[in-house]
C-alpha cells in the first residue's frame, strides 16, 4: 500500500513569490495535518483538515492556507514568501481526528526562499 | 511559549548502551504522548505512544516512562545498535488527536560500534 506522498520533493523560490504544495494521505484516513519542521526543530502544527473542513490552525499567519478535496487530498499554499518560510514542510494522515493511532508522515517538501 | 521541552539535544552513546531521552510537557490536557523516530531526508516515524493511564510502556528495545505527577516522560532505548542513530522527537496531543501534535526540539542519537 501507498503512504503519503507528497509533492514537489525539493523547490526554490524567491521571496513575494507564491507556493503550493500537495499531498496524498494514506487510502482511507480522512485526516490530514500539515506541519513546518525548520532545521534543528521539531514539526511545527500549521493545519488539519477532516472531511474537508479545517479543524485546527497552529500560530501561523494568514500568508498560510491550505484545503482538502473531496479524495481527502491536500494542498498547502503560503504567499509573499519570507526567507524565514525556508523548511521542510510534511504532511501527515491518520484515519481521523479522535483516537487517530499513529500518526504517518511523507517525507516532506524541502522548501527554499531565496 | 514551548509546551513540550526536550533534552539533551544531542547524545553518544556506545553500541549496547542505554540511550535516555527526557521531555517535559505544561497542558495538562495533553493525553497522548508518542515518540517519533526520524532519519535523515525522511519523515517522522512513530516509535511508539503512552496514554496518560498507564506509566510504562515497552515494545522491544524501546520504553516509555511516564510520570503524570511530575508531567514528565522519557525514551529509554535498551542495547543501543548503530542503526538506531536518528533524531528523536517526543510529542504530545489532546484528545488523543496526533493529528494536532506539539512537538519537543530533538534529539540527535549516535550510537558508536
Known amino acids: 500500500d501507498a503512504g503519503v506522498t507528497q509533492s514537489p520533493t525539493h523547490l526554490i523560490k524567491t521571496r513575494g513569490q507564491q507556493v503550493t504544495l500537495r499531498c496524498s494521505p494514506i487510502?482511507?484516513?480522512?485526516?490530514v495535518s500539515w506541519y513546518q519542521q525548520v532545521l534543528g526543530q521539531g514539526p511545527q502544527f500549521i493545519f488539519q483538515y477532516y472531511e474537508k473542513e479545517e479543524r485546527g490552525r497552529g500560530n501561523f499567519p494568514d500568508r498560510f492556507s491550505a484545503r482538502q478535496f473531496p479524495n481527502y487530498s491536500s494542498e498547502l499554499n503560503v504567499n509573499a514568501l519570507l526567507l524565514g518560510d525556508s523548511a521542510l514542510y510534511l504532511c501527515a494522515s491518520s484515519p481521523g481526528t479522535q483516537n487517530t493511532g499513529e500518526l504517518f508522515f511523507g517525507e516532506g517538501s524541502r522548501l527554499t526562499v531565496l | 511559549q514551548q509546551q513540550v521541552k526536550q533534552s539533551p539535544q544531542s547524545l553518544i552513546v556506545q553500541k549496547g548502551g542505554i540511550s535516555i531521552i527526557n521531555c517535559a510537557y505544561e497542558?495538562?490536557?495533553?493525553?497522548?504522548f508518542p515518540w517519533y523516530q526520524q532519519f535523515p531526508g525522511k519523515g517522522p516515524a512513530l516509535l511508539i505512544a503512552i496514554r496518560p493511564d498507564v506509566s510504562e510502556k515497552k515494545e522491544g528495545r524501546f520504553t516509555i516512562s511516564f510520570n503524570k505527577s511530575a508531567k514528565q516522560f522519557s525514551l529509554h532505548i535498551m542495547d543501543s545498535q548503530p542503526g538506531d542513530s536518528a533524531t528523536y522527537f517526543c510529542?504530545?496531543?489532546?484528545?488523543?488527536?496526533?493529528?494536532?501534535?506539539?512537538f519537543g526540539d530533538g534529539t540527535t542519537l549516535t550510537v558508536k560500534p
Open positions: 487510502s482511507g484516513h480522512k485526516s
Open positions: 510529542a504530545a496531543s489532546i484528545d488523543t488527536n496526533a493529528g494536532k501534535s506539539t
Open positions: 497542558n495538562t490536557a495533553f493525553d497522548y
